[in-house]
């Protein structure tokens, strides 16, 4: 766009304004190069992420499933027949080499699923546990002697003041 100037000695276009530009103004301009950056405009896709309506779930295989991976990935010889397969299925290399270390403890026991959720209590909290409860019985085997020695001087007191008690009165 070449510089002109006005009556008034100030340049138009760019510099003329202050601020932001006018959207009336940039549409104009848009619109006069619509017919060449229309193709262009329809190529470019939309960079919004679109979210998705439903939630996730995690997919499960079971074992009989695994195994039949398992063996068409072994059958395979010609290049890239691996990828063809873990893209054919959605899995990725490292889900096939846990499968194998699965299949190697034991085919039965090492492709079955495992169940998810709250682990049972370790064996090093187990034996935290049972080495408090052990403390805590030897605390309240002490008091029970300590009870029992008390219970017994209150039965001889008593019994001596009945005998002191019975000889006052006689």
């Given at each position: 766009?070449?510089?002109?100037?006005?009556?008034?000695?100030?340049?138009?276009?760019?510099?003329?304004?202050?601020?932001?530009?006018?959207?009336?103004?940039?549409?104009?301009?848009?619109?006069?190069?619509?017919?060449?950056?229309?193709?262009?405009?329809?190529?470019?896709?939309?960079?919004?992420?679109?979210?998705?309506?439903?939630?996730?779930?995690?997919?499960?295989?079971?074992?009989?499933?695994?195994?039949?991976?398992?063996?068409?990935?072994?059958?395979?010889?010609?290049?890239?027949?691996?990828?063809?397969?873990?893209?054919?299925?959605?899995?990725?290399h490292?889900?096939?080499?846990?499968?194998?270390q699965?299949?190697?403890?034991?085919?039965?026991?090492?492709?079955?699923d495992?169940?998810?959720?709250?682990?049972?209590?370790?064996?090093?909290?187990?034996?935290?546990?049972?080495?408090?409860?052990?403390?805590?019985?030897?605390?309240?085997?002490?008091?029970?002697?300590?009870?029992?020695?008390?219970?017994?001087f209150?039965?001889?007191?008593?019994?001596?003041?009945?005998?002191?008690?019975?000889?006052?009165?006689?």
């Amino acid at each position: 766009m070449p510089l002109q100037t006005v009556n008034s000695g100030v340049e138009s276009g760019w510099r003329e304004r202050s601020g932001e530009r006018s959207e009336p103004e940039r549409e104009r301009q848009l619109d006069s190069s619509a017919e060449t950056a229309a193709p262009a405009r329809a190529a470019i896709p939309n960079p919004q992420v679109q979210p998705k309506t439903g939630k996730a779930k995690r997919r499960r295989f079971s074992a009989s499933d695994k195994q039949r991976i398992l063996e068409a990935v072994d059958q395979t010889t010609e290049p890239g027949a691996v990828g063809r397969i873990l893209r054919r299925e959605g899995i990725y290399h490292s889900q096939l080499s846990k499968w194998r270390q699965q299949r190697a403890s034991g085919i039965s026991t090492g492709l079955a699923d495992k169940p998810r959720g709250v682990k049972g209590p370790g064996v090093k909290s187990l034996q935290q546990e049972n080495r408090k409860l052990q403390r805590e019985n030897v605390r309240l085997h002490k008091e029970l002697q300590r009870a029992e020695i008390i219970i017994e001087f209150q039965k001889k007191a008593a019994a001596l003041f009945e005998i002191t008690k019975v000889t006052e009165e006689s």
